[in-house]
């Protein structure tokens, strides 16, 4: 029955990831990998994880009963609270309908489907997506007939924000045109408008109608700190830009392999959450029927107990300090020891684990082929997968491609 399928390429990054392993050269590096690793290069089961799946072993009280359709309530509540705030308006007057998801691809995928059904479209159905995002934000859209259309995001001479082309697009665009922004940590880029400039794109979002599709990927991972994280969100719930948000525990709570996450779509009224949540309800019901519960238990014990959220808090700061303080040293590596030409201020400025180093196709391919560095095409680098021991060899080899 399937003569007529064409044969797919694989995924560019598992791809990477592929030949990463199979290179049997000591020195290699791995730095296309979205996913952090510690000192040692191993991946990292937070401490506080470990203690709640300890506590979870022993609980006699658990079964492997299905959730509600809509998950686990005591996860989706905290959840919500987490990332719009505890003293959230649209917590408080009930205004936010919350559903547990296959963790963000889930939430990205549950909240473009319900946008494809029940969007006012103004016109053909179109998301607006920064230049460059996430490559599966394409797919994830396509995939419920959405037609993605980008807007300038990322400025390749500055090696930062390309704000007017931004704000000109968002002016430009036909009003109540849905736009996709990350919340923090701009994959690939590592590139977020500051607070200033997150007021002034909320000023035309509501000039506009235009809605905001947020997706959360990186709360407290990205500057280990969760409320500076959720700074745009909850500023754009204050100011009622019509919003919904995309939230993933797969960084911030090392989860990666659990698909822990949440979709919370804020409305304007009580009543009107009711209705989202109850089409909501019916869409997860013919997709997944009812989300995991392990992963949700675990992120649930940890938001409402008081010392586990600390303790969480703890390592959210080491993984995102290690982070920060990797881009330093690179930095420094680059600007002081091997005086590097160019500037490379973004380094230190980007956040979040990626880094847009501004290098080219063809000088990435010379990392990979020469040096066994192995990162995309588009000059992304992972701090994550850099340590210690392979920064040095790293910060001398993009000196060598910078070079030529
Ligand atoms: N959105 C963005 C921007 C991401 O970078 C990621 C992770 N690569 C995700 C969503 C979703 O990841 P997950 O499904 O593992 O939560």
Redesign the pocket.
């Known amino acids: 029955a399937w003569q007529q399928v064409p044969l797919a390429p694989p995924d560019s990054i598992f791809k990477l990831t592929t030949a990463y392993k199979a290179d049997p050269f000591p020195q290699k590096v791995n730095v296309g990998v979205?996913a952090y690793r510690d000192d040692h290069n191993k991946p990292w089961i937070l401490p506080v994880v470990k203690k709640v799946t300890a506590i979870l072993l022993n609980d006699p009280t658990l079964d492997h009963e299905y959730l509600p359709i809509t998950g686990l309530p005591e996860f989706i509540s905290a959840a919500a609270k987490l990332i719009l705030g505890s003293d959230s308006p649209a917590l408080s007057e009930a205004r936010v309908a919350s559903v547990q998801t296959?963790?963000?691809?889930?939430?990205?995928h549950l909240g473009a489907l319900f946008l494809s059904r029940y969007y006012p479209w103004n016109g053909q159905p179109v998301v607006r997506l920064s230049n460059p995002?996430?490559a599966?934000?394409y797919a994830i859209f396509k995939n419920v007939g959405i037609a993605p259309n980008d807007y300038p995001y990322y400025h390749p001479v500055t090696i930062g924000l390309d704000y007017d082309g931004f704000l000109g697009a968002l002016r430009d665009a036909v009003p109540r045109s849905v736009f996709l922004l990350?919340a923090c940590a701009?994959?690939?880029t590592g590139v977020d408008p500051t607070e200033e400039q997150w007021a002034a794109i909320a000023d035309v979002m509501l000039e506009k109608g235009h809605y905001a599709f947020f997706?959360c990927?990186?709360q407290g991972f990205a500057s280990g700190d969760l409320d500076r994280d959720a700074f745009a969100v909850r500023y754009f719930v204050g100011r009622k830009v019509p919003l919904l948000v995309?939230q993933?525990?797969?960084?911030n709570a090392g989860l990666?392999g659990e698909?822990?996450?949440a979709l919370h779509v804020i409305s304007s009224t009580t009543e009107e959450a009711t209705r989202v949540r109850s089409q909501l309800s019916v869409l997860q019901r013919s997709e997944i029927s009812n989300p995991p519960s392990h992963g949700a238990r675990l992120v649930s014990l940890i938001l409402n107990n008081p010392d586990l959220f600390e303790e969480w808090k703890r390592d959210i700061k080491t993984m995102a300090h290690r982070i920060i303080s990797i881009r330093q040293e690179l930095y420094d590596l680059l600007t002081q020891e091997l005086k590097t030409p160019g500037n490379w201020d973004h380094i230190i400025n980007q956040i979040g684990m990626f880094s847009f180093t501004g290098i080219n196709p063809t000088q990435s391919q010379a990392l990979v082929d020469k040096a066994h560095i192995y990162l995309t095409a588009n000059g992304r680098i992972s701090m994550a997968g850099l340590n210690s021991k392979n920064i040095r060899y790293f910060a001398e080899n993009l000196d060598k491609a910078v070079r030529g």
Not at 102 to 108: D, F, L, V
């Open positions: 979205g296959i963790s963000g691809t889930g939430a990205n995002t996430w599966n934000h990350h701009h994959n690939p997706d990927a990186y995309c993933s525990f797969a960084k990666y698909r822990v996450g």
